[in-house]
């Protein structure tokens, strides 16, 4: 069974700053991952996605993960942050050929000034 | 894309009733699956909403404690049956366009409070 272990529950980083949100999976097949943001009191938006290829990933809002194999991770990466970036960030995987998500438990990346 | 819209968007209720909540996609999407998300926790999938047959559920959903209807492509109902304070949650729908590794969309969800 697929799993996905976020290890921060929430990271405190003064604005300007680099971060880095980790996570990792287990499966005993493909995957594809995600990494969705939830900003307070709105729905989920995919920020970025691994699906095969290069396993440098950018996304929006100047997001990049990395996809390592060998260490079952895709952590989610970003050289300066920004007040407005303050969200709970979700990590998911599904198995290569599916749309089923599993999610992490989230991480609140809290942007301080 | 597909934008999503649930209502209701918040509900208060009383125990032992039931609410249904609605899901409508503005585009025809291939799958549709609702979530929970329990205060301060991850979203769990409850079940995958299938056109015209009953849903697939997961471990630990049932189908008489959250029935789901869908039927066309476009829309879908979740109820919450005979509430009780732990059912306390957002419910999300969500869905999408593709097939695997397509981006999931979701709604702004369903906040609902059992009393």
């Known amino acids: 069974a697929q799993s996905v272990t976020q290890l921060d529950s929430q990271v405190p980083v003064f604005e300007e700053a680099p971060v880095e949100l980790r996570c990792n999976y287990s499966?005993?097949?493909?995957?594809?991952l995600f990494w969705y943001v939830q900003y307070p009191n709105q729905g989920l938006q995919l920020l970025l996605k691994?699906?095969?290829?290069?396993?440098l990933v950018k996304g929006i809002n100047g997001f990049e993960a990395e996809f390592n194999k060998s260490q079952t991770s895709f952590h989610l990466r970003k050289p300066s942050v920004h007040i407005s970036d303050t969200a709970e960030y979700f990590c998911?995987?599904?198995?290569?050929?599916?749309?089923?998500?599993?999610f992490g438990t989230g991480t609140l990346l809290a942007v301080q000034p | 894309s597909a934008v999503i819209s649930q209502k209701p968007s918040r509900d208060i209720c009383q125990r032992g009733t039931s609410l249904t909540i609605q899901c409508q996609v503005d585009?025809?999407?291939?799958?549709m699956f609702w979530y929970r998300q329990q205060p301060g926790q991850s979203l769990t999938l409850i079940a995958t909403?299938?056109?015209?047959?009953?849903?697939?559920?997961e471990s630990g959903f049932v189908i008489d404690k959250f029935p789901i209807s869908r039927p066309n492509l476009t829309f879908s109902t979740l109820t919450v049956s005979n509430m009780s304070p732990e059912d306390s949650s957002i419910y999300l729908c969500?869905?999408?366009?593709?097939?695997?590794?397509?981006?999931?969309?979701f709604g702004e969800g369903s906040r609902l409070t059992v009393l």
């Open positions: 969500s869905a999408t366009t593709g097939v695997g590794g397509g981006e999931l969309f």
């Open positions: 499966s005993s097949v493909s995957v594809y």
């Open positions: 691994y699906l095969s290829g290069s396993t």
């Open positions: 998911a995987v599904s198995e290569g050929g599916t749309n089923k998500l599993i």
């Open positions: 585009s025809q999407v291939t799958m």
């Open positions: 909403a299938n056109q015209g047959s009953e849903a697939t559920y």
